[in-house]
């Protein structure tokens, strides 16, 4: 599978713990996207990358929340603390330069006891 | 402020029938608009989106800006049209604003 993919598929912890998440991008796309989706919403941007460089962040993400993109490959989504109310599907994207298309990895959900 | 509004939750057709999924956006520039759709199982993905100006699985949608609405139809729904439909705004950055998206759901 050549697509996005993200690690892991369900994570479930306590409340306080941190937990990171990976997303894989598709190869050679430069821009990386990561959104947060809770039960009956739709997808609500968190961050971007473009390579390694993080361009734009949503004031959703708390400074319990940190994302990496050391390589300007993979991405790192890094919750500290978590909350019950951070428990989400958290959905990595990717893109090429400037073509509009955004894919989509089958995203992480999080459950915070 | 960007906002994308489905209005409706909810859509429940039977095989044949036009379906219209209803999206109106606000945003003081030019938008770039999309459709995304998650079939059951499967990860979001483009079903179109208004610069493309085509026809996919033979949905359409057209950009009125006067109105501004981005509404999708289809004239004969099929039952693997059944389906999570989010409509979604770009403008200004990179990221995409998205509505809170619709069920279509296509009976036999």
């Known amino acids: 599978d050549t697509g996005v993919s993200q690690n892991p598929r369900h994570k479930i912890t306590k409340r306080g713990q941190n937990v990171t998440f990976r997303c894989d991008p598709i190869?050679?796309?430069?821009?990386l996207y990561w959104y947060r989706q809770t039960l009956g919403q739709g997808p609500e941007f968190l961050t971007y990358?473009?390579?390694?460089?993080?361009?734009?962040k949503s004031r959703l993400l708390s400074d319990r929340f940190s994302a990496e993109r050391p390589k300007g490959s993979f991405s790192t989504l890094e919750i500290q603390r978590t909350e019950q109310g951070d428990s989400a599907m958290y959905l990595c994207?990717?893109?090429?330069?400037?073509?509009?298309?955004?894919?989509f990895g089958p995203g992480t959900r999080l459950t915070v006891l | 402020a960007q906002r994308v509004t489905q209005p409706e939750k909810l859509l429940s057709v039977f095989k044949g029938a036009p379906v219209e999924l209803k999206c109106n956006y606000s945003?003081?520039?030019?938008?770039?608009l999309f459709w995304y759709v998650q079939y059951s199982r499967q990860r979001l993905q483009l079903l179109l989106r208004?610069?493309s100006r085509e026809s996919i699985k033979g949905f359409t949608a057209d950009l009125n800006k006067g109105e501004t609405s981005f509404h999708l139809k289809k004239p004969f729904a099929q039952e693997e049209d059944s389906a999570m439909y989010y409509c979604?705004?770009?403008?200004?950055?990179?990221?995409?604003?998205f509505g809170k998206g619709m069920k279509l759901t296509v009976n036999p």
């Open positions: 990358f473009q390579n390694e460089a993080q361009l734009e």
């Open positions: 979604a705004l770009k403008g200004g950055s990179e990221k995409l604003v």
């Open positions: 208004h610069i």
């Open positions: 190869s050679e796309h430069n821009r």
């Open positions: 994207a990717s893109s090429l330069g400037s073509t509009l298309e955004q894919f």
């Open positions: 945003y003081s520039g030019s938008p770039e």
